[in-house]
């Protein structure tokens, strides 16, 4: 199973270019701005027709937008945090597909997105147990990383197993922001692998 690899969407700098400046119309301080911001679909759409041109040449059917947003904290292995206690190596188990795609929007050079071996058995097995119908686990946080099997920087779209456990590591003390897209099933983004 591959962990990611780079994705070749033709002037996808005009797409970046395209969701900045509505972001920015949208969320003037950035400061506001939550670690995930969930999008409807329309609003990229409107906001980027080129970007759903392509989609639609390519039939991806894309059930989910967001922005992630990470901040710098100074830790001792300058891991990034957030107001949801952190990015440490984790697992995006309620994503409904295993891949999903990034396209980085600003800052994102400086910080690198690593892979580890970790049990996610008993990730799923603890994230399960602390699900309540009002809080549904959408991520489960590992103590320990394991082996780093690969790593990449988010200076191109790119694609990436969300349910291998990760992380992202900053240098950059600026907010890391991109767009993510969740496609309505894995064989969309299959043909890419």
Not at 63 to 69: A, L, M, N, P
Not at 179 to 190: G, I, K, R, S, W
């Amino acid at each position: 199973m591959k962990l990611w690899t780079y994705l070749d969407i033709p002037n996808w700098e005009n797409i970046r270019d395209e969701v900045n400046t509505w972001f920015a119309q949208e969320y003037p301080n950035i400061e506001e701005v939550k670690m995930l911001t969930f999008l409807p679909n329309q609003v990229i759409f409107n906001a980027v027709p080129s970007f759903k041109l392509w989609l639609d040449e390519n039939n991806i059917e894309v059930i989910g937008f967001g922005i992630f947003t990470f901040r710098y904290t100074e830790t001792t292995e300058n891991i990034t945090e957030n107001t949801y206690g952190g990015n440490i190596v984790h697992t995006d188990l309620a994503n409904p597909t295993t891949y999903r795609f990034n396209i980085p929007l600003m800052n994102t050079i400086g910080s690198v997105t690593e892979f580890f071996d970790s049990p996610i058995e008993k990730a799923i097995e603890a994230a399960n147990a602390s699900a309540t119908e009002d809080s549904p686990t959408r991520m489960w946080k590992f103590g320990d990383e394991g082996p780093l099997l690969d790593s990449f920087v988010l200076d191109r779209p790119a694609i990436l197993n969300v349910k291998v456990p990760h992380r992202v590591r900053m240098t950059n003390r600026l907010p890391r922001i991109c767009l993510t897209v969740c496609p309505a099933n894995d064989e969309q983004l299959l043909k890419f692998l």
